[in-house]
């Protein structure tokens, strides 16, 4: 079992940048492929982007390619979301996610979910 808590949301202007973080406790970490989803009323969960256990690997949406950016270091349990030249259409819940071992980018793969945290984007 593993936890994870998602942090770093808010208000940016288009054009901005914000950086999420997810926190995880509770399960050997390096053990996990984490994500990154995104939602917004009425549409289902979107997958953002993924990392690999080892972080050696990732996985980037078409839409978000160039302009996010997944990473994570084992170390401290923590993964990241860093996010640039945002857009309106950005704005969303993201939630972090986990599952056990292989990377992977469809949502109803994921075992473990954190609550979400809100960016929304201003244009």
């Known amino acids: 079992q593993v936890q994870v808590v998602e942090s770093g949301g808010g208000l940016v202007q288009a054009g901005g940048s914000l950086t999420l973080s997810c926190a995880a406790s509770?399960?050997?970490?390096?053990?996990?492929?984490m994500g990154w989803f995104r939602q917004t009323p009425g549409k289902e969960r979107e997958f953002v982007a993924a990392?690999?256990?080892?972080?050696?690997?990732?996985l980037h949406a078409d839409s978000v390619k160039g302009r996010f950016t997944i990473s994570r270091n084992n170390a401290n349990k923590t993964m990241y979301l860093q996010m640039s030249s945002l857009k309106p259409e950005d704005t969303a819940v993201y939630y972090c996610?986990?599952?056990?071992?292989?990377?992977?980018?469809?949502?109803?793969?994921?075992?473990?979910w954190g609550q979400g945290t809100q960016v929304t984007v201003s244009s």
């Open positions: 990392i690999s256990m080892s972080g050696g690997s990732t």
């Open positions: 509770g399960g050997f970490y390096s053990n996990y492929a």
């Open positions: 996610a986990a599952r056990l071992y292989y990377i992977r980018s469809r949502a109803d793969e994921y075992d473990y």
